[in-house]
């Protein structure tokens, strides 16, 4: 998305914290125009670019951030879709109405916000769209297998709107990272584990795995620094990864080892 004109006007949803903070903070350090978004933007008072209210599960929130930003600058150049909740459990023991919260807040939130702003990337002439999945998102990953599902199917719908959106000169691409030193894990929704559950002492054993790949993950301005290698991009591929070699690894294996041999791996490292 190269050009000679400044600044670029981005829209980062869940950009109070974490990921979407430290993409914010080096986009708006290398000049561009920043809005990041939380449900709640009085508590975000350290930012050092604005922080507008959007709920990425409530149309009416981003019709009005977005209407805000047009208002305020005439266009959205970049739409950087970060805002997203982690869950973990048995999917048998997970209620039906925290699966629907992480799809409507991880799938349809973005779903919906892409939405939104494409009729005014149509109308400037384009624009580029980033979508932050997980690596997760390409394995069903055990006691995560809800989480996988959302992010997954983001990935896969990015393959078909990258298609779609060609004629328009508008870009998509998705980001999987890996894992990253960030408050997800705090923020998490965990099934309970259940003293009368069959599943007690594996989840329990994977849940404490699981958080601490999250407290020993790489720092989130290794994802910033990746972003804005990509916006420099004329044509952006479909898909980047990024975290450890073995996290990248683990993709190109699902792609190459049967299935059964896969499997195998991921109750080793589970140690299921």
Not at 78 to 93: D, K, R, S, V
Not at 209 to 238: C, F, S, T, W
Request: glycine share 8%.
């Amino acid at each position: 998305m190269k050009t000679d004109t400044f600044p670029k006007v981005v829209l980062i949803t869940g950009g109070s914290s974490g990921i979407g903070k430290s993409i914010g903070e080096l986009l708006k350090d290398k000049g561009f125009k920043v809005y990041g978004t939380s449900r709640n933007p009085s508590k975000n008072t350290n930012n050092t670019f604005p922080i507008i209210a959007l709920d990425v599960t409530n149309n009416d929130t981003i019709q009005a951030a977005i209407t805000k930003i047009i208002k305020a600058e005439g266009r959205i150049d970049i739409l950087i879709n970060n805002a997203g909740i982690g869950i973990t459990g048995p999917l048998e023991e997970t209620p039906d109405s925290e699966i629907k919260k992480a799809f409507d807040t991880n799938y349809f939130g973005p779903l919906n916000v892409i939405k939104a702003v494409l009729p005014f990337m149509r109308k400037q002439g384009g624009g580029l769209i980033i979508n932050i999945t997980s690596i997760a998102g390409y394995m069903g990953l055990p006691y995560r297998g809800i989480y996988s599902a959302t992010k997954g199917a983001l990935e896969i719908t990015t393959e078909a709107f990258r298609m779609e959106l060609k004629e328009f000169n508008i870009k998509m691409t998705n980001v999987a990272p890996g894992d990253f030193a960030t408050n997800i894990a705090a923020g998490r929704y965990h099934a309970p584990v259940l003293e009368d559950s069959p599943y007690k002492k594996a989840y329990k054993n994977t849940l404490e795995l699981m958080n601490k790949h999250v407290d020993e993950g790489k720092d989130p301005m290794v994802m910033a620094r990746v972003i804005y290698k990509i916006i420099q991009k004329d044509n952006p591929r479909g898909h980047y990864r990024v975290g450890d070699l073995l996290q990248k690894f683990s993709v190109v294996l699902k792609r190459i080892l049967p299935d059964k041999i896969y499997e195998k791996i991921l109750l080793k490292h589970y140690k299921l």
